[in-house]
């Protein structure tokens, strides 16, 4: 089969097709999106070190099933985006955990579904477990969320379900063209991270807010997120830190801080992680019902190489709104 494979530049190759475990479903790669983890393992590959397949974000057909497996069937399509102790999808054939996946939503090109399961993934534990928004809108409405990093793909997908929650969202942009594509997902308020935000929120009402959903760099926001969080509020970030925070500016608010990792659970085999299925599942049913809209930015074709380090040339100017994602072996 086809692969693509950092070693560390990104090389065409063929490889085995891969064999399922009993948890596991033998998925053929229709399309793929890209991610910052992408290109952040990639540049931890060194000349002489073992090639690493990645791409955490797939749409494809399942083509065989493990013993185990019974949320799947062969000719199913799915979604998923997988595990990143695992080979990655940047491959016509890959492996992953059943309890993983969800499947595809019906009305979506391969390519916009591709774009879904790592964002959406991450925005829905972010908004609904970390920050404990409630997903039916029924409590907390109202309540106000400012969004750092709004039109990325995180955030895109954040703003629409923070809106069907019920928060009254202020995302954050920079650009002309990234602040129109926030108010078109629903953001109800648009601030430019470039600028003091204090006194941009306070200039719409909000000298502070209730939660704050970090999509951007904790580092550069830690004290602005300090000071404008609500006593008793909450914050997400999604970023490592690259130098120690200051817990102690979160204290006397009662702040409750909190990390998202989307890997977390199968990383740790927790007990829940067929959570990740479900969340897949639930997101396919509003993508189905127009309730929420895909985050496909850009699409490029065929998968391979060249087109592949294109795509991670583009995250990595910052300047991407929605996702980028990847369709067809040509």
């Not at 069937?73 to 492996?95: K, T």
Request: with cysteine.
């Amino acid at each position: 089969m086809r692969a693509i494979l950092a070693t560390p530049a990104l090389v065409d190759t063929e490889l085995p097709v891969p064999t399922p475990g009993p948890h596991d479903l033998l998925v053929r790669i229709e399309a793929v999106a890209v991610n910052p983890i992408d290109t952040k393992l990639r540049a931890a590959v060194r000349e002489g070190d073992p090639p690493r397949q990645l791409g955490w974000d797939a749409a494809g057909v399942v083509a065989a099933t493990g013993a185990r497996v019974s949320r799947f069937r062969v000719g199913d399509p799915v979604i998923f985006a997988g595990d990143v102790s695992r080979s990655g999808c940047n491959a016509e054939a890959v492996l992953v955990d059943e309890r993983l996946v969800g499947r595809k939503p019906a009305r979506l090109s391969w390519a916009e579904a591709a774009s879904v399961p790592l964002t959406g993934l991450t925005a829905w534990e972010s908004l609904f477990e970390r920050l404990e928004l409630d997903a039916s809108g029924e409590r907390g409405r109202g309540s106000s969320l400012l969004i750092l990093g709004g039109a990325g793909g995180v955030g895109s997908i954040a703003i629409q379900l923070a809106r069907r929650a019920g928060a009254v969202v202020i995302a954050s942009a920079s650009r002309p063209e990234s602040a129109a594509w926030v108010r078109e997902l629903g953001a109800d308020h648009v601030v430019d991270h470039h600028q003091p935000l204090a006194p941009q929120l306070a200039a719409l009402g909000f000298e502070v807010v209730d939660h704050i959903a970090n999509f951007s760099d904790t580092d550069a926001y830690w004290e602005v997120m300090a000071e404008l969080i609500a006593p008793l509020g909450s914050i997400v970030a999604i970023v490592g830190n690259r130098r120690p925070l200051d817990l102690n500016r979160l204290k006397a608010k009662s702040v409750t801080f909190a990390w998202e990792f989307m890997f977390s659970r199968s990383q740790f085999q927790t007990a829940d992680m067929g959570r990740q299925g479900e969340i897949l599942d639930l997101l396919a049913e509003l993508l189905e019902a127009g309730e929420l809209r895909p985050t496909l930015g850009r699409t490029v074709s065929p998968i391979n190489a060249a087109n592949l380090e294109l795509a991670h040339t583009q995250l990595a100017s910052s300047s991407t709104i929605g996702k980028v994602a990847l369709v067809g072996w040509g």
